[in-house]
């Protein structure tokens, strides 16, 4: 190949967009690496499904030191249409595990709420798991302003 | 370090009701990440379990983690059957346990 001036221009344009692209995926994805091996060990193994959990949380926390979050599941309480637990995910925390919430049928209602803090702008996942083994999970994204986890 | 709890429970419902509960306590939640003025780490103290029972059942039950914010607050569901007492239960790192009840009557 003769190095013309259209050839150079090409070869460092692709250079650099890896450059940029190694640096993006690096550290995300170590992240997202310690949550999904959090979810599996929560899980026995089982891929989460969507749907039937919903979680609220603000698209926009001015302070991540109390960032107000709220999991409930579709689900009757009863028999064998009971939620055992839900488990909640901060994914850019230092360390990503919230909460993990634990449900009887004397709770009348898979719900619950609580305060949690966020080190910057994330995504949080909830997960919950069903007395008969299947799992569904919802992810929402938080931006946050001012991050909490002291730093 | 943890100081009396607030709880919010109905005082009465009629049965199988499901009731709203909310619970309150100050505490700091130390998540370890902190450092202090000369860069020392401050050790991690959170409450790491929170318990509801009514009556020796359990009704909600929560594992704590750095990431809850100081002052837990948890908001949940119980359905009751007949009159009685909940008991709520806070155990601290350190090992202490903070305590509080509240009847209902249900009718």
Known sequence: MQLTRRNVLGLSVGAAAFTLAGGRIGPANAATDATQKAIMDFTGGTAPGEGKVTLTAPEIAENGNTVPVSVSVDSAMAGDDLVESIIVFADGNPNPAVATFHFTEMSGAALATTRIRLAKTQDVIAVAKMKDGSVFMDTKQVKVTIGGCGG | MASKPRIKVPKSASAGEVITIKTLISHEMESGQRKDKDGNPIPRQIINKFTCSFEGQTVFECD????????????????????????????????????????????
């Open chain 2, 64 to 107: 704590l983690d750095p990431a809850i914010s100081s002052n837990p607050y948890f908001e949940f569901n119980a359905k009751v059957a007949q009159s009685g007492t909940f008991k709520f239960t806070w155990v601290d790192d350190d090992g202490s346990v903070y305590e509080a009840e509240a009847p209902i009557e249900v009718n």
